[in-house]
């Protein structure tokens, strides 16, 4: 089951987001999130959050309508999305996507990608999408495979110390159980050099940003 996950924060390609999605996702919306469903054209089946964003005029038909309302208190240690994302986990989902968590806010965005390295999620995949910009996150149990255009960009960040390891295929420059040290850009701006590309590590973390130069005729972009 592929769980979607609709953040608060601003889309800044509502139509590309919405192509990614499938008739059988499970759709959660973290609190405000609901605003960018509703931009979206898309029902979701749980609401979770503090709901300090959610209209109280919404709830009723909301819960006429077999939405689930999971509120939470508004002094909180989790966000929003971290507590839809360990929702979503606890009910079965090991696949997630997640829209509307890369906004204009830098703190929300930073804090937002870095969830992707919590421990309680190191058993999901998550992909954080916004418009053609793609976010994963690369462990010693999960390479990350890409699709994409020939010019797109990939940038390889560490994350919580060095990435050993590293292999890729499909880039312009390649790494061949490299190391890549953590506060140091050189993985920053390599070119997929076709339609797909291939990232592994052997030990560490390490995000991958794929920005997309055209609009792939996939539905999903991954």
């Given amino acids: ?81 971290e507590l839809a994302l360990a929702y979503a986990v606890a009910h079965g989902s090991r696949e997630i996507l997640v829209l509307g968590a890369l906004g204009d806010r830098w703190d929300q965005t930073l804090a937002n990608a870095l969830l992707l390295a919590s421990p309680t999620l190191e058993a999901v995949l998550i992909w954080m999408v916004d418009g053609l910009q793609q976010v994963a996150l690369a462990r010693p149990d999960r390479s990350i495979a890409l699709h994409g255009h020939a010019g797109d960009t990939v940038s390889l960040l560490p994350l919580a110390g060095d990435a050993l390891g590293v292999t890729t295929s499909g880039l312009e420059y390649p790494l061949d159980n490299e190391t890549l040290l953590f506060a140091a850009t050189r993985g920053v701006s390599n070119t997929l050099l076709g339609t797909t590309a291939t990232v592994q590590i052997t030990a560490g973390l390490l995000l991958v940003v794929h920005h997309q130069s055209a609009v792939s005729p996939r539905e999903d972009p991954r």
Avoid: F, Y
């Fill in 1 to 81: 089951m592929r769980a979607v996950v609709v953040a608060n924060g601003h889309l800044s390609h509502p139509a590309l987001d919405g192509a990614c999605l499938r008739p059988d996702d499970w759709v959660l919306a973290a609190d405000g999130g609901l605003r960018n469903c509703t931009l979206l054209g898309i029902n979701p089946a749980v609401i979770i959050g503090d709901l300090d964003s959610v209209s109280p005029s919404d709830l009723p038909p909301l819960q006429s309508a077999g939405v689930t309302i999971v509120q939470h208190p508004e002094r909180k240690d989790e966000t929003d999305l």
